[in-house]
């Protein structure tokens, strides 16, 4: 038990006197020792505790190598905590102060994965998501020949990809709560804006659906107009899925279309 005792007092003591000559080197002028300081906790992992001490060093020589090293480990440590925003904003601005730097092509791309980890789960607001699109395609954009250009492509693709979940939930509550005109409408959209999505088989059921509902509950003089448009949209629907598991309902609505349309003929 002494020796617990002995040795919580001896690290108590080393974590004060560290906290003093930190302070003190963050209240001197001696510059030279603010940055050494900086680099050490920087490469010890504190990257937070080194930020305040490499602001300093930046404000004092801002065109110097010192000042190039400071700003950029000052973005880098807030992204390496975890404070995307912070490093976002230190990072972009790094390789804007110090385009010709070779640190500019690893800031612009960190700064660019600060939106991405921003990005939220694609059932919420996806304005970072489209953000982070944004500046992956800028760091594409402005560095052709990169290591990274695999992974951006990559990483555009899963975001891409959220924003189709995205999309498709937006249809599906439309239809869930029988909103049919803008069930349909987004539909639509869906599809033109991804062709080629793995969800197209769902939304052009949902949209054949909503069509149809629509037509049902029409006015009189909008009905032949959205009976005629269910029904290319089910020709459509059947030429696209022959072997969809939803061929029998659909069908099943075409042919309801289809005696509206003898009915109002009559």
Do not use: W
């Not at 919580?8 to 930190?22: P, Q, R």
């Not at 680099?39 to 000042?67: C, F, H, W």
């Not at 700003?71 to 912070?86: E, Q, S, T, V, W």
């Not at 660019?112 to 982070?132: G, I």
């Amino acid at each position: 038990m002494k020796k617990i005792k002995f040795f919580v007092f001896v690290i108590s003591a080393l974590t004060i006197v560290g906290c003093t000559g930190y302070n003190k080197v963050l209240k001197s002028d001696d510059y030279t020792s603010k940055f050494e300081m900086a680099n050490e906790l920087y490469d010890d992992g504190q990257e937070l505790r080194s930020i305040a001490l490499y602001e300093q060093v930046y404000q004092r020589m801002p065109k110097t190598g010192e000042g190039e090293l400071a700003y950029f480990r000052i973005g880098k440590g807030y992204y390496l905590a975890g404070d995307y925003y912070m490093a976002g904003y230190y990072l972009g601005q790094f390789h804007q102060r110090f385009s010709m730097s070779k640190q500019a092509e690893q800031a612009l791309f960190l700064s660019a994965m600060c939106s991405v980890k921003n990005s939220p789960e694609f059932s919420l607001d996806q304005n970072e998501t489209d953000l982070a699109i944004n500046d992956l395609q800028q760091f594409i954009d402005k560095f052709p020949a990169s290591t990274l250009l695999d992974s951006c492509n990559s990483i555009i693709d899963g975001l891409r990809f959220k924003l189709e979940q995205k999309e498709f939930n937006v249809v599906k509550l439309y239809s869930k709560t029988a909103n049919y005109r803008a069930a349909t409408s987004a539909a639509l959209t869906f599809m033109a804006d991804y062709p080629m999505s793995q969800f197209n088989e769902d939304v052009s059921y949902l949209l054949v659906l909503n069509s149809y509902l629509l037509s049902k509950n029409s006015v009189e003089i909008k009905k032949k107009e959205r009976i005629d448009q269910t029904i290319e949209r089910y020709r459509t629907f059947v030429a696209s899925f022959p072997d969809s598991d939803n061929i029998g309902l659909v069908t099943g609505y075409y042919k309801e279309m289809e005696l509206e349309k003898l009915k109002d003929q009559k």
